[in-house]
């Protein structure tokens, strides 16, 4: 097996209900930061990693999602006539090809790792990626790009890792490590949702992965987990001990959680403030908004 990684999956099936009612009709991935939707974030991050499968792991209610990877001719023709060429050349790199993009139904939403494990008969014997859109990450070099760069060096599998709050843990996958001073470090164990105080560090999972096939394999016995669900973590634990060691990835570049509303505002404010088009508007309405602000 090589070491060179192609094809990711979106995992996208969950029912996001922290964005009820709007997520009623609207799939969570295709909320939009500024003008793009976040499934467009994870797309661009994943081609710039050295992507070119991507498979979508959705659900019943997701058709806006295929819609929006569809090509738009008459779109593109009136923005052609009228000369609009950069909304065109905007609406040209949202372009995927033909065959590149696979669909995949979860019919249940029994966990992340029961969606990912769905995805098993399209990967083969070759690692992947898995990409949540809901984690959108602000950075020079894109997340996922810098971890490929170090799996190339190690293999096995790798999550993409960063320090929490110690109150937050019990939200998120939190590592085990015996040491974690560089950027990148082996883990020893994982464990999903810890109870408050059980935490065996603040080192939290974010959604970027690395994963060998064998963590689909662990998937097969489909154990639940924390909150009755499948969980992609504890498939990844499995192979802790195993020849396919587990890395921890501390990524340089800002997270934004937008599956949640706080995370999504901040993430609003903070890519809108980053377009030189908006950047002055926004900012002196947010400084009439919050006097004293900078
Ligand atoms: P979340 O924990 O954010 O759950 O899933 P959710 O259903 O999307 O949102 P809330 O909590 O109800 O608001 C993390 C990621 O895992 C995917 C989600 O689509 C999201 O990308 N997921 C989760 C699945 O694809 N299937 C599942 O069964 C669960």
Redesign the pocket.
Known sequence: MNNKVTTAIF?????????LPATKSVP??IMTLVDRPLIQYAIDEARAAGITEFIF?T?RGKGALEDYFDLAPNLEEELRAKGKDDLLHALQDTNMDSGAIAYIR?HK????G??VWCARRLIGDQPFAVI???DVIAAEKPCLKQMVEAYEETGGNMVAAMEVAPERTSAYGILDVEQSDSNLFEVKGMVEKPPAGQAPSNLAVI?RYILSPSVLRNLDAKSTGAGG?IQLTDAIAADIGTENKVYGYRFSGQRFDC?SKSGFLQATVSFGLSRPELRDDLAGYLKDLVPGLE
């Open positions: 995992p996208v099936a969950g029912l996001g209900t922290r964005f969570k991935e792991v659900s979860q939403a029994l966990g992340l029961h969606a949540l859109p809901d959604g669900e599956g």
